[in-house]
């Protein structure tokens, strides 16, 4: 039988429900963590324990990745990720919460994965298919300069080309050395130490 409309309205309180997903530590300044707004998730901040969260991005689409700045960064803010219209071309913003600019480190039009941040805060790393579409290289760009220049315009260096297929996941950056994995299937993944100071020598395996 058809539920009745009194069911139904006393059910919605408890299916319409809203969760949260912790997304990392501002340097003595609370917390970020993505939550859902009208229809997507957006990033707040929360700058005390059960203290009151002040939304910080009004995306028409929902936030995919939120990566705060390490202490060091010229700029307090973090990296987000997100796509147009549900296209899976996600590109990296770093939203300045000093200025509330948002800057876009990418082109635009490829497909970003896996954002980094060095250890001093002065860089990031990510894999990008902007070379020819199709397979996925590790750029590493200067924050300083994306925060000097327009959107997409800042310099992006190449510091591992790779034309197998599969993707690369950068998941460490500490000094000069970045930690990469590529993968291409579940029983085929290998890890990489790539190193940014010499962006044309050759990338060290290390796994498996």
Request: glycine share 8%.
């Amino acid at each position: 039988p058809e539920p009745d409309a009194d069911t139904m309205k006393d059910l919605s309180s408890y299916q319409n429900t809203r969760h949260c997903v912790f997304r990392g530590f501002l340097p003595g300044a609370g917390v970020l963590i993505t939550t859902r707004f009208a229809n997507s998730a957006q990033v707040h901040h929360v700058k005390v324990p059960m203290g009151a969260r002040k939304q910080i991005t009004y995306l028409a689409e929902p936030v995919k990745s939120c990566a705060p700045a390490p202490a060091g960064c010229v700029a307090q803010g973090f990296i987000y990720g997100c796509d147009r219209g549900g296209d899976e071309q996600t590109q990296f913003w770093f939203q300045n919460m000093e200025t509330g600019r948002a800057i876009r480190l990418t082109d635009g039009k490829s497909v970003n994965k896996s954002v980094e941040w060095s250890d001093c805060g002065k860089r990031v790393a990510f894999s990008s298919n902007a070379r020819d579409g199709k397979h996925f290289d590790v750029y590493v760009t200067e924050i300083a300069h994306v925060l000097a220049s327009q959107d997409g315009e800042a310099p992006r260096v190449p510091i591992m080309r790779q034309d197998k297929p599969g993707y690369l996941f950068t998941s460490g950056f500490v000094d000069d050395h970045v930690l990469v994995q590529h993968y291409v299937s579940v029983s085929d993944s290998t890890l990489y130490l790539l190193d940014a100071a010499k962006p044309n020598a050759p990338p060290l395996k290390v796994a498996p």
